[in-house]
Every structure is written in structure tokens, then in C-alpha cells.
């Protein structure tokens, strides 16, 4: 496995926190080309659907998760996205890895890929609902503003608890470091 291979995958694997991509002026100045050379990379986790009885991994409730990701470059950016899934299965089995899919954002331009999208991503590679969380990771050649918001509710009291966090670059972008 190459630097770059082992990186990746220790971002992945260790990579719990996430958040909100600084709102900083991009660095527009990389023209090495596709997402192949990246710079920049954003690894969000996703909580969706329904744990009804399992709290000993995480809170009985209703979750929702969606990534949001705006290209914050005055020019085109292409994005790989990868989505590895850490639940089902339990326990220290790895589960299902989908992509990278590719997609090209305009200046300016934002996505948001929600559970609904993971869902249909991954198809048969997980089992369905009613829960399944993991990592969803974005690779880019230009700066992003990365954003999730989280949705959550208690299937006993019916309250609904929100977060939107942010998601720092953990690529080696200028300085590896977000403002």
C-alpha cells in the first residue's frame, strides 16, 4: 500500500469528528488537473434511519445525516466521492466500500447528498434499513465549504435534537490547516 493509500485510510478509520470547511477565499492556483491529484479531502460521518433497540451502539432514535459541499473556487472542481460503511455489519467486520463517484462542481455550485442518496449509492451492499452509519469521504482538486447536519429523534419523547458541524480538510492542502 503506498503514503498516499495509508493516509487515506487512516483518515477514514480514525476520522470521527466532523465539521464545516473554513469560508476563507479558496486557493485557486491548482491546475494539476482531476480529483487523482488532490489536495483536499473531507471525511464526514452519516447516522441514518432507524435504531430501535440497539443503545449500546448509539441512542434509540430516528437519525438523519446530510453532507453538504460547495465549491468555494472560481473554477470548475471534480470531486471523488467514497462511502464506507461501518455499521451493519457489527462488531470489528469491516462493511461495504462504494465508489469513488465522480461528479464536477461549477463555481459556486453545492451538492448535498442525504441518507436517501447513501441508500440508493450503496444499494444491496448493506442490509437495508431500518440503521447504518459510516464515512462518507469527498477527494478534490479545489477547496471546498463543507458542511453536515445531523437530525435525530427520540422515538419515546419525540424530540428532535439538530447539528450542523463542520468538516475540516484533512488533505494536504496549503498548510493542511483550515481558518
Do not use: W
Not at 461528479?103 to 440508493?120: K, N, R, S, Y
Not at 447539528?163 to 481558518?179: E, L, Q, T, Y
Request: charged share 20%; with cysteine.
Amino acid at each position: 500500500m503506498n503514503r498516499r493509500a495509508k493516509r487515506i485510510l487512516s483518515v477514514v478509520l480514525v476520522t470521527g469528528a466532523i465539521g464545516l470547511q473554513d469560508l476563507a477565499v479558496a486557493d485557486d492556483d491548482d491546475d494539476r488537473g482531476g480529483y487523482g491529484n488532490s489536495r483536499f479531502e473531507y471525511a464526514a460521518q452519516f447516522n441514518c434511519g432507524a435504531n430501535p433497540a440497539n443503545p449500546a451502539r448509539i441512542q434509540v432514535g430516528n437519525y438523519s445525516s446530510e453532507i453538504q459541499a460547495r465549491n468555494a473556487s472560481s473554477r470548475d472542481a471534480k470531486i471523488a466521492a467514497t462511502i464506507s460503511v461501518g455499521f451493519p455489519p457489527a462488531g470489528l467486520s469491516p462493511g461495504a466500500v462504494v465508489g469513488p463517484v465522480e461528479l464536477t462542481l461549477g463555481p459556486g455550485e453545492a451538492v448535498a447528498i442525504g441518507c436517501a442518496d447513501l441508500e440508493l449509492l450503496l444499494g444491496d451492499k448493506i442490509a437495508g434499513p431500518p440503521y447504518f452509519a459510516g464515512v462518507l469521504t469527498l477527494l478534490s482538486n479545489r477547496r471546498h465549504n463543507v458542511f453536515a447536519t445531523y437530525t435525530v429523534t427520540d422515538t419515546n419523547t419525540l424530540s428532535t435534537s439538530i447539528a450542523v458541524d463542520r468538516i475540516p480538510n484533512s488533505g494536504n492542502g496549503r498548510g493542511g490547516r483550515d481558518f
